[in-house]
């Protein structure tokens, strides 16, 4: 049960950017593209799906270097907290 105290801790930030949520929409759709080439099957589909779901993470980090990204100003991945920052500043 500490675990789930200790949790809360390190969950401010994770993720609520629009840099993180345009990465998952993009690889989101680009694994479905790819589950629907395995599912009928067809190469040029799945690796249509792969390079979206790649774009997908390059997109993301590109929006997090422009700003758009978590932030960090206290918390456990906080500079002062000896861990590696989450996030832009």
């Known amino acids: 049960m500490a675990q789930h105290e200790d949790f809360a801790d390190h969950a401010d930030g994770h993720g ?50 422009a700003g758009f990204g978590a932030t960090s100003t206290g918390g456990a991945d906080a500079p002062e907290s000896g861990r590696p920052e989450l996030g832009t500043k």
């Open 16 to 65: 609520h950017s629009v840099a993180a949520w345009t990465a998952v929409a993009v690889i989101l759709v680009g694994g479905l593209i790819m589950a629907l080439a395995v599912a009928f099957p067809h190469l040029v589909w799945f690796v249509i799906g792969a390079v979206i779901a790649v774009l997908g993470a390059i997109i993301g980090k590109v929006l997090a270097m």
